[in-house]
């Protein structure tokens, strides 16, 4: 699902025992946001920061970039290298210069995984078959919206439950179980 919090509620009551998986273009979508204001949009240094963290987030590295993402927060530690005269031990010190509101964009987005932590173990949802992107969700819901709701086409609550059982059945060539 995409991180509509109506969504997540919607399933946490209807789906509770379920995996729930954040869509995997949305994540992605948020990372390059947390990208373009730390390096600014279309760089060269943020493609690389971005798939790389891309990467881990798709092969079992959540934990780690989730991290990475709440230290972006964390104050930085006074160092020599953000001395203004470069001499240690003589402030002020400088923070990276960022765009304004930089600070409540990036926590906003760090929000966004924070809330998201367990939604996003994409290794383990790909080695079990399932999909981590919603594209092949709303496909079957296009196609079945396209069957039981055509022009001309009216069920009732009970009759429609039914057909959907049918129809699932067949979409996972378990037709064997009609006939036992």
Not at 27 to 35: D, G, R, V, Y
Not at 42 to 65: C, D, I, M, Y
Not at 163 to 179: R, T
Request: net charge positive; glycine share 8%.
């Amino acid at each position: 699902m995409d991180g509509a919090v109506w969504l997540w509620a919607l399933a946490e009551d209807r789906f509770a025992a379920s995996i729930k998986t954040l869509d995997f273009q949305h994540a992605s979508q948020h990372l390059w946001a947390i990208a373009h204001v730390l390096h600014g949009q279309g760089t060269p240094e943020a493609r690389p920061w971005t798939e790389k963290l891309l990467h881990s987030l798709r092969h079992g590295g959540e934990k780690r970039v989730v991290r990475k993402f709440e230290e972006l927060l964390a104050p930085a530690p006074p160092s020599p290298a953000n001395c203004l005269s470069g001499k240690p031990g003589s402030p002020p010190f400088r923070k990276p210069r960022r765009r304004p509101g930089a600070r409540a964009i990036i926590a906003r987005e760090v929000a966004y995984f924070q809330i998201h932590r367990d939604h996003l173990h994409y290794e383990t949802v790909a080695d079990a078959g399932a999909p981590i992107a919603r594209g092949v969700v709303e496909s079957l819901c296009g196609q079945l919206q396209a069957r039981f709701k055509g022009r001309g086409q009216f069920c009732k609550r009970p009759g429609l439950r039914r057909l959907m059982a049918v129809n699932v059945l067949f979409k996972n060539h378990d037709e064997s179980i009609l006939w036992n």
